[in-house]
């Protein structure tokens, strides 16, 4: 590389020898995760009783009048332009075409003619319709390259622009909430400490930071009243040191028109930097589009605070098998041998490898290298189809089994042992975590040390014309929180509502009660 590349590198916070390991990355491959088998209930997934539900929120609840500081963690840096897509499409097929109407004929405008059928019962339609005075022009049809270009570009809404949290998801007597308003709202249901003060942290885009500020001062003056909560927000950047370099198909780096290197953002991985920063001792972790009206709350802050007390309860057995590991191996006893081992294997879902039992000293230090690591709780939905990640039980680079979330991408799907343990997945990763950073001794774990490398994703693109490759970093659930003790629970599916495309929010479940 010539001194100019070095000094661009440099200048993003990245060490020349990350490249180098990047560019390795993409000369042998990024390695498929290998599945054991999927997970189920009964084997890595818990199912909680109506009493244990009730027991382990209760049990959160007076952690919290102890002192507990809980944070809520929202990734919200996406763009919603996907959510868009085929109204784009459309917008461009229709563009100079004057039966536009002719278009719906066509399957692949099927979801756009919905859209436009029940464009009223949207939360930003009070907004579009008085921006447009009126969506139907003088003969009765709708204007619909008008409404388009309202909602998409700059010259209205900019909803095609702008992030997924900054959009009108749902309609309210007292008008239109965000996603951000949703995730402030819960966040006072579940995640107030003793002093009522609610600590939430947004991840954002540099560009949209100034609305994510503007919007949540103005949405804390309504709640804080409402909940008698005092809302501490924060935000944080993905940082440029978490950029990737791009390769041309020759796996040589990717140089732009202007003669630089190329750097792409490393997908949601990259916010394993963020929530290291992150101070807390329980970190609620949930995408900005899960979210769902007031009236069907109710069920989410159940299950939140009951998976949260779960967590306490098992991190505070971990702690105390701990300190009793920090003795001599010989002054431990065979049974609390057992009973640590025991937990490790059925609750903590780790198999043990079968060297690891030919002496007291290796089987303490085993246990303490299993034990002493990041804890979370993941709730995971019955599959019904949606596309993404789920939980299996997977080999992990040190020849241990444990629970992993996987994403399809992680799978060879060419392998037909390996594709038919995809496909019986019974649950989905609807990215609704709760993580313990701290260890036994109060200290706080560095988080990048139990992530695995050697996991992420490449895919094409193109710049200028040319193609290149790009590599995305270890998923933030995913290969970021490889080595992580890991606990999987049966959450219900109405605590799984994301928004992906724009006509998700006609789904009873985000429209008015």
């Keep these: 590389m010539t001194q100019k590349d070095i000094q661009q590198i440099e ?7 990350e490249i180098e390991r990047q560019i390795g990355i993409f ?5 498929y995760l290998h599945l054991i088998r999927h997970a189920s209930i009964g084997d890595g997934i818990i199912v909680l009783s109506e009493d244990k539900i009730k027991e382990s929120a209760e049990y959160y609840q007076q952690r919290i009048k102890n002192n507990l500081q809980p944070l809520k963690f929202v990734p919200a840096s996406g763009a919603a332009s996907r959510m868009f897509q085929s109204l784009f499409a459309f917008q461009e097929a229709a563009s100079g075409n004057e039966s536009v109407e002719d278009l719906f004929s066509d399957e692949k405008y099927r979801s756009v003619k919905q859209f436009f059928e029940h464009i009223e019962d949207f939360a930003f339609f009070p907004e579009l ?3 447009l005075g009126g969506i139907r022009n003088k003969e009765g049809g709708l204007k619909y390259l008008e409404i388009l270009k309202f909602l998409l570009s700059d010259k209205g809404l900019n909803y095609g622009f702008l992030p997924k949290g900054l959009l009108k998801f749902h309609q309210y007597p007292e008008g239109p909430r965000t996603p951000v308003g949703e995730h402030m709202i819960e966040g006072a249901l579940y995640c107030a400490d003793a002093k009522n003060e609610v600590k939430i942290h947004f991840t954002v885009s540099p560009e949209h930071l100034k609305y994510f500020k503007n919007i949540t001062a103005e949405a804390a003056k309504i709640y804080e009243k409402r909940f008698g909560v005092k809302y501490l927000i924060s935000f ?4 440029p040191s978490t950029d990737t370099i791009a390769v041309d198909p020759d796996n040589q780096p990717f140089y732009s028109s202007n003669g630089t290197l190329l750097f792409r953002p490393g997908g949601h991985g990259a916010l394993l930097d963020n929530l290291n920063e992150m101070e807390g001792d329980l970190l609620f ?16 802050v159940r299950y939140k605070m009951a998976l949260a007390g779960l967590l306490l309860e098992y991190q505070g057995k971990i702690y105390s098998y701990l300190r009793l590991l920090e003795k001599d191996p010989a002054a431990i006893s065979d049974a609390q041998f057992a009973e640590m081992s025991d937990f490790v294997q059925s609750v903590l879902c780790t198999e043990f490898p079968a060297e690891v039992k030919s002496s007291k000293t290796s089987l303490s230090l085993f246990l303490i290298k299993k034990l002493n690591r990041p804890i979370r709780i993941c709730g995971m939905v019955k599959n019904l189809g949606e596309p993404g990640g789920g939980p299996f039980w997977a080999r992990n680079p040190d020849g241990t089994n444990s629970l992993q979330i996987v994403e399809s991408s992680q799978i ?3 392998d037909a042992d390996q594709k038919k343990i995809a496909k019986n997945a019974t649950h989905f990763n609807p990215v609704d975590l709760i993580c313990g950073v701290y260890n036994y001794k109060g200290e706080k774990f560095n988080l990048k040390n ?3 490398p050697d996991t992420g994703f490449i895919s094409s693109k193109s710049k200028d014309g040319k193609p290149l490759k790009a590599l995305e970093l270890p998923g933030l659930w995913n290969g970021a929180m490889s080595d992580w003790n ?3 629970v049966d959450v219900p599916v109405i605590t799984f509502n994301p928004v992906k495309t724009v006509n998700d929010l006609l789904r009873s479940e985000h429209q008015p009660c």
């Design 236 to 239: 944080s950047e993905q940082k």
């Design 129 to 131: 319709e008085k921006g």
């Design 486 to 488: 890991t606990l999987f």
């Design 27 to 31: 000369k042998k491959g990024v390695p």
């Design 285 to 300: 972790v949930k995408n900005i589009d899960n979210v769902v009206p007031d009236h069907l709350k109710n069920e989410t």
């Design 412 to 414: 060879d799907m060419k």
């Design 11 to 17: 200048k993003k916070g990245i060490q020349i020898k």
């Design 450 to 452: 139990f992530s695995d």
